[in-house]
């Protein structure tokens, strides 16, 4: 299967195949005329990877996940611990979330939002301190 059939039964771009491809997380095999050609395994890596980078996982932690799901020898025990690094991220990114929704919703209900100049917004995104919300 070519690039194009390739991306598009994967559900990803050519660019993205082509970056895969260079950082070495899948290899394609080549025509004689030196365009790539997607076999079965190549089409069921980039599925593999398209889920994971769904997932929020970086092309690092993916190319680690791929080493597992090659290896039919894994252990789950592997496999759970990358997920329960991401899992442990990503709850410490949904704080943070959670903590810059508040600050911003508090911003936002003390700004009178009126024709006045006064915006207690403005004044909280030019501070310069570490404290700001």
């Known amino acids: 299967m070519n690039i194009s059939d390739a991306a598009q039964t994967c559900q990803l771009t050519t660019k993205a195949l082509r970056h895969y491809e260079s ?3 899948v290899v394609p095999e080549r ?13 069921k890596d980039l599925s593999f990877l398209a889920h994971s980078r769904a997932m929020g996982f970086s092309l690092e932690e993916c190319r680690q996940l791929l080493e ?5 020898g894994r252990a789950s025990a592997d496999v759970k611990k990358l997920a329960q690094q991401k ?3 990503l709850d410490a990114q949904l704080e943070q979330l959670h ?13 009178p939002g009126d024709a006045s100049p006064t ?11 570490a404290a700001r919300t």
């Not at 025509?31 to 089409?43: I, T």
């Not at 597992?68 to 039919?72: E, F, K, S, T």
């Not at 915006?119 to 301190?129: A, F, G, M, N, Y």
């Open 23 to 25: 950082v070495g997380l």
């Open 31 to 43: 025509r004689p005329n030196g365009y790539r050609e997607y076999g079965a395994q190549q089409l």
């Open 68 to 72: 597992l799901y090659r290896n039919p």
């Open 87 to 89: 899992l442990s991220q």
């Open 99 to 111: 903590m810059l929704r508040d600050s911003l919703t508090q911003w936002v209900d003390h700004c």
């Open 119 to 129: 915006c207690p917004i403005i004044q909280r995104l030019s501070e310069t301190d």
